[in-house]
């Protein structure tokens, strides 16, 4: 249904702090999972991905940890810098389905 | 260079008029989809196409019509039906084989005027 009116959490960190932005997916099956970052006013960018036969994956800078026990998905942005601010998407997708996408999370960094 | 291109990037609308949103890509990907974003909020699909001449309604088709002519186009037409069209619209496009994500385009900002 509508989703108006609902805005996405924010995450405030400090500049070269870590980060950790969580996502909660919602089918079991699901077995390929990927994080994106969209800048204000721009298209979403693909940042890492994770297959469901992962429990990690490290790209620069960046760790997405899967646990699919509990359906819970994870990104670790390390010494987060002000160019991380942007809004951040996990995404779902089982077999050749279309990709189911997440709220999204607001990140903001302080110096 | 490969890429997925929605123009324009700014589109202002009368009240009542139709308006047509464009996107191409040349990454040869067989499927496409157009995303709805209000500001603050997450994305939600209006319409898809997993192969030429074929596509389905998303979340929200109501007030919107698409067509799928050729691999590389999916444009996309936001109608007098549609009451509050207000928002930035995103194109994307993907490969089946392998299953992978979705390249975005830079979006189009639709303002109501």
């Known amino acids: 249904g509508e989703s108006v009116g609902l805005h996405l959490p924010t995450l405030s960190v400090q500049e070269g702090d870590n980060s950790i932005i969580n996502c909660a997916y919602s089918?079991?099956?699901?077995?390929?999972f990927i994080w994106y970052k969209q800048e204000s006013g721009k298209g979403p960018q693909f940042i890492i991905d994770?297959?469901?036969?992962?429990d990690k994956r490290q790209g620069q800078r960046v760790t997405v940890l899967l646990n699919k026990t509990v359906k819970h998905l994870s990104l670790q942005i390390a010494a987060t810098q002000p160019g991380d601010s942007a809004v951040y998407f996990c995404?779902?997708?089982?077999?050749?389905?279309?990709?189911?996408f997440g709220a999204g999370t607001q990140v903001v960094v302080t110096p | 260079d490969g890429g997925i291109t929605q123009s324009p990037k700014y589109l202002f609308r009368k009240e009542g008029q139709n308006v047509t949103l464009s996107c191409e890509q040349n990454?040869?990907?067989?499927?496409m989809y157009w995303y709805r974003q209000d500001p603050g909020q997450g994305l939600r699909l209006i319409y898809y196409s997993q192969i030429v001449n074929d596509f389905q309604k998303g979340d929200i088709a109501e007030g919107y019509s698409v067509s799928r002519e050729k691999k590389e186009s999916f444009p996309l037409t936001v109608t007098s039906a549609q009451k509050n069209p207000t928002a930035f619209y995103l194109c994307a496009s993907s490969a089946d084989r392998p299953p992978i994500g979705y390249t975005f385009g830079s979006g189009t900002r639709l303002t109501v005027v």
């Open positions: 089918n079991s099956a699901s077995d390929y």
């Open positions: 995404a779902e997708k089982k077999g050749w389905g279309k990709l189911q």
């Open positions: 990454l040869n990907h067989d499927a």
């Open positions: 994770i297959r469901s036969n992962m």
